[in-house]
């Protein structure tokens, strides 16, 4: 069983890896989508239907900086490998969003990303992601365009749609303008030029209508919030790239009862001053450059001219200009019932909420006069009464753009663009009105964590802290992670910690006892991260010592007392010599002194050393030469601030005691004189004989049970001095005795061998 569990979960990290490949803050996701085969009756006219792979996940990428999608759809029959760069949202954590009576929602997960497709170097791909849901738009190098938008039946499908399927084309219509001398006074931003390159943003309060809430997605203001904030993102997309303007949303309200508009009709609510004067009345607070009153029927919208430059947060009191929109848009991605050209609502709401910001920013109609010439020539009035197009001069085939009335007239898509001319009309308009420069840090978190615990100023912190700490989040920011910092100064100068992790809590498996620590925590997401809370200090405690671990003389060890006498021409010398007889232990810094006991018996309470105050972690001392040849048990207890630890586990080792007395010049005349060396030895033992006669010798060594471990016979018939090596490899640490044994003396020293 549980040989198949880790074969199982394996083949499920596997498959994971199929689809997500991350690297720091970088993303790679595979196979988003699959194209749905034999659906011949869906597939004409351009609309494709995708299948999301369920292995997919969209939600929460700001923290990803750059995403790769793989074999991506980018046309009907066509995969790609996208690369995309994260970019700003339109929302921030001051974004307001509410329902009814004011009602406070959830911000959602929105992220904007836009880049281009492998080997297509002037394409462009632009991505929303809001919540686990995607809106794309592409524009191929070959300058067709698609899109890719999600299904309102089913969650799992995405529709792909052709928007530059241009079928036909039908006789010149009607499309009603500005009056020639409204648009020829509008004229007056037309500059050669742009004044600055830097990006400039338009806030817009958007006010939803109940007809939404109540027909066009019943009872479901998560809906209607996530589609209007995708048509907006795709709009601030495009005017983005052309004017290098950023739209931002402070205000989003959804109209759950009957809301005091009382029309769904554009022009009505825009020539009445209908919303002018609700807004004048109720909504002065709200801080905005535009406000866009927005119903579901689809049937276009209304702008006021010139509507930032105005009293009141670009509202003029006394006419009809002022900062207002009445749109009428779709809010879905079904086919549109009245088009053959394959164009989706979603198109159209975008198109049109961005043609009537056009006209927010004081730009006219492509197809009017005042371009001199028209820019756009699907359709005009003007053009043929104001004598710039002559009724029977042949038009030039023009798919139109953002500020003409070449979609309704024509059965064609018009361009995604505003083009050139009205681009740098609108960018001039914008800075004479000083709109204010966008803040590329709008999505850093404000809200900033409250700490928990350690608390302020306490003592006595375990030096195993688990901090914590919390996030009201009053401000609705978007937070993906915190900034942990912890110190030993209160300036932050260097750091013990200093780190990022998505939880509100953190753990430390050690610090130092009786330290003064310092720390702080931050919000943070992709944008920046907020300031950092307040400091709080703590100071670690200190734990009781743990008991002492022994390490030398190790059970069974032997120490080697040596009382040697020298006795030259009557002149006595006595050397006393310690082998092995340093007790060695380990410790902390953090104590204080330790206490050393040797006994005779295990438990007993007579102790015949019993040393207190050792501040090191070794002890040898001369008290060790006075102890009698026999077994011993030693035991070292630490003392700390703290307090005291227990007792360490019992060592156990033998004093042996070699005893010899030399009389040189008796020996130097008559007998055999032996000294051997290195004591102790390790590996080899040399024997120095000096011998006044012709001999044969043996020479053994015994442990000090009297067991022969070795032996060797030989002869010595030269007399004087002669070295014998031997080997000792075989012998373990301890005491042994080596006997020399010739035809007149017999002589025994004790060596030690040292490992």
Not at 359 to 372: A, D, I, L
Not at 526 to 547: H, I, R
Not at 587 to 608: A, H, N, P
Request: net charge negative.
């Amino acid at each position: 069983m549980k040989t198949l569990f880790s074969i199982f979960v394996i083949l499920v990290f596997t498959i994971t890896l199929t689809f997500y490949s991350y690297s720091q803050n970088k993303l790679i996701l595979k196979d988003v989508f699959i194209l749905e085969k034999n659906l011949n009756e869906i597939q004409k006219n351009g609309v494709s239907i995708l299948l999301l792979n369920h292995s997919i996940n969209f939600k929460n990428l700001n923290n990803v900086s750059e995403l790769i999608m793989k074999n991506f759809p980018i046309s009907n029959v066509q995969t790609s490998d996208v690369k995309l760069k994260l970019t700003n949202s339109i929302i921030d954590n001051k974004t307001l969003i509410t329902t009814g009576d004011n009602i406070r929602m959830n911000l959602p997960l929105l992220s904007r990303f836009k880049g281009t497709i492998f080997g297509e170097v002037n394409s462009e791909v632009f991505i929303t992601f809001i919540d686990n849901t995607m809106y794309c738009n592409i524009k191929r190098e070959n300058n067709e365009e698609f899109t890719i938008l999600p299904s309102t039946i089913n969650q799992n499908e995405y529709i792909i749609s052709d928007k530059t399927n241009n079928i036909s084309e039908i006789a010149m219509n009607c499309g009603s303008v500005e009056p020639i001398d409204l648009a020829n006074n509008m004229m007056k931003y037309k500059k050669d030029k742009i004044l600055s390159d830097k990006t400039l943003q338009v806030d817009i309060a958007i006010d939803m209508q109940y007809y939404w809430y109540s027909i066009k997605f019943p009872n479901d203001s998560i809906k209607i919030r996530n589609y209007i904030l995708s048509v907006y993102s795709m709009i601030s997309y495009i005017y983005e790239k052309e004017m290098n303007i950023t739209v931002h949303i402070p205000w989003l309200h959804i109209w759950t009862t009957q809301d005091p508009y009382n029309s769904l009709n554009p022009g009505v609510l825009i020539n009445n001053s209908i919303i002018s004067n609700y807004w004048k009345t109720n909504n002065l607070s709200v801080q905005a450059n535009l406000v866009h009153v927005i119903n579901a029927h689809g049937e276009g919208g209304v702008a006021n001219y010139n509507s930032l430059s105005g009293a009141f947060g670009g509202i003029h009191d006394g006419n009809r200009w002022g900062p207002f929109a009445g749109l009428s848009v779709h809010g879905d991605m079904y086919l549109l019932p009245f088009e053959s050209d394959s164009l989706l609502r979603f198109d159209f709401d975008v198109h049109t909420i961005a043609h009537e910001m056009g006209h927010n920013f004081n730009c006219p109609h492509t197809h009017s006069c005042s371009w001199n010439p028209m820019i756009d020539t699907c359709a005009t009035d003007e053009g043929i009464s104001g004598g710039c197009l002559n009724s029977n001069q042949q038009r030039v085939r023009n798919d139109g753009s953002i500020m003409s009335y070449c979609r309704e007239i024509n059965n064609w898509v018009s361009k995604m663009t505003l083009l050139a001319r009205p681009a740098l009309l609108i960018r001039n308009y914008a800075e004479s009105c000083n709109l204010k420069e966008a803040n590329s840090n709008t999505n850093k978190p404000t809200t900033v964590p409250i700490l928990v615990r350690p608390k302020k100023d306490t003592s006595d912190v375990p030096i195993t802290p688990t901090f914590i700490w919390k996030s009201d989040n009053i401000n609705y920011d978007i937070i993906e992670a915190y900034h942990f910092q912890l110190s030993t100064s209160d300036n932050f100068s260097s750091f013990i910690v200093d780190t990022i992790i998505n939880d509100t809590t953190f753990f430390l498996s050690s610090l130092n006892e009786g330290t003064d620590y310092y720390w702080r925590v931050a919000t943070k997401n992709y944008f920046g991260e907020s300031p950092f809370s307040n400091t709080w200090k703590f100071t670690t405690e200190y734990s009781v010592p743990d008991a002492p671990e022994l390490l030398s003389p190790q059970t069974g060890d032997t120490i080697l007392i040596k009382h040697d006498t020298i006795d030259v021409h009557g002149d006595i010398t006595v050397k006393d010599t310690i082998i092995g007889g340093q007790f060695i232990w380990s410790g902390k810094s953090s104590i204080d002194y330790y206490q050393l006991r040797i006994s005779t018996e295990k438990y007993s309470d007579v102790f015949v050393i019993d040393s207190t105050d050792i501040t090191d972690t070794t002890y040898q001392s001369s008290s060790i030469m006075v102890l009698e040849p026999k077994q011993y048990y030693w035991q070292v207890k630490a003392y700390g601030k703290g307090g005291e630890s227990e007792w360490s586990n019992y060592g156990r080792f033998r004093i042996v005691v070699e005893t010899s007395i030399t009389g040189v010049e008796e020996s130097a005349n008559k007998n055999l004189e032996v000294n051997i060396y290195p004591n102790p030895a390790n590996d080899k033992l040399n024997i120095m004989l000096i011998l006044p006669y012709n001999s044969e010798i043996t020479i053994a060594v015994h442990d000090i049970l009297g067991n022969r471990l070795y032996q060797e016979i030989g002869e010595i018939k030269q007399s004087g001095s002669n070295i014998i090596t031997i080997p000792i490899t075989n012998l373990h640490s301890g005491l042994f005795n080596i006997q020399i044994r010739t035809n007149k003396d017999n002589i025994i020293r004790t060596f030690c061998v040292f490992r």
